[in-house]
């Protein structure tokens, strides 16, 4: 969806309602199964060279716990604010991330989508301590601990261990 920076500069900004779709690879650092579609509520306010963007956005997504590799299904409620510039920004604006858009077009949906990364920035995990699967026999440790001994993988000491079942062979 776009609007102008006419439409934004009337004393009531100019509001927005969008559903957007966004691509899974966009959210990198998850697992993404599924990203349903955002629904995005906003106003923009235009002052001169400067245009504000408020609203709020929710979303719904499923992704794998990168430990446990459960599916996860997180709800995104959040409010969001950004600053656009017509003119080239200075030092201090890029800085408070301000996004040049010198076109008479704006156009939301990469803001938005920006938005969302920035609102999913947690651990990808399914919770903090997920205990995850055992390296061992990919046990789910969450649901049922197992006694496997995780140091039985250590390449270095799988070399130990057939170095001494030669030894002991040898005997
Ligand atoms: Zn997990
Ligand atoms: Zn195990």
Known sequence: ?????????????????????IPLQAVSGYDVVCLQPVHVDGIAHAEGSLCTVRGTLQASITY???RC????K???????????SKHPLS???EEQEVVYVPQEEIDLQPLVQQELILALEI??????DCAGL?????NNRNITP???DDFAIDPRLSVLSSFFDDDHDNR
């Open 1 to 21: 969806m776009t609007m102008t920076w006419a439409q934004a500069a009337k004393p009531e900004g100019k509001s927005f309602s969008l559903i957007v779709n």
């Open 64 to 66: 794998r716990c990168v």
């Open 69 to 72: 590799l459960t599916e996860v």
């Open 74 to 84: 997180k709800s995104v409620d959040t409010s969001f604010s950004f600053v656009l």
């Open 91 to 93: 030092k201090e604006q």
């Open 123 to 128: 651990q990808p995990l399914c919770k903090s």
């Open 134 to 138: 055992c390296p061992v026999c990919g």
């Open 146 to 148: 197992c006694t496997c």
